[in-house]
């Protein structure tokens, strides 16, 4: 069974900028992909990003292109999303998770394993 846990998250100025982190463990990710979501109130989860963790290919929601970068430790099985230019509409809970095999894809539903969230609330 994998273990993701996410940290990083508080409360930032519009324009400011966060990390988050997500601690993997449990199992071998060497052909998982790994996504971070988020899910505002009242809205449905939704995709931000995700890294192939052997290929190390990766893939952003158009919302977060050019602000958001995502990248990954091979060493310390550690997944990172540093997020820059926060917009109030960057508001939400935060979830990494893990799909058991390389290729991203976007549908919430793929995705195998999930971390318990971290909130992230930016401020105007």
């Known amino acids: 069974q994998a273990q993701l846990a996410e940290s990083g998250g508080g409360l930032v100025q519009a324009g400011g900028s966060l990390r988050l982190s997500c601690a993997v463990s449990g199992r071998t990710f060497s052909n998982y992909a790994l996504g971070w979501f988020r899910q505002a109130p009242g809205k449905e989860r939704e995709f931000v990003a995700g890294?192939?963790?052997?290929?190390?290919?990766?893939y952003y929601a158009d919302s977060v292109k050019g602000r958001f970068s995502i990248s990954r430790d091979n060493v310390k099985n550690m997944v990172y999303l540093q997020m820059n230019s926060l917009k109030p509409e960057d508001t939400a809970v935060y979830y990494c998770?893990?799909?058991?095999?390389?290729?991203?894809?976007?549908?919430?539903?793929?995705?195998?394993?999930w971390g318990h969230g971290t909130q992230v609330t930016v401020s105007s």
């Open positions: 890294i192939s963790w052997s290929s190390g290919i990766i």
């Open positions: 998770a893990a799909k058991a095999s390389p290729r991203i894809v976007v549908v919430t539903t793929s995705y195998d394993f």
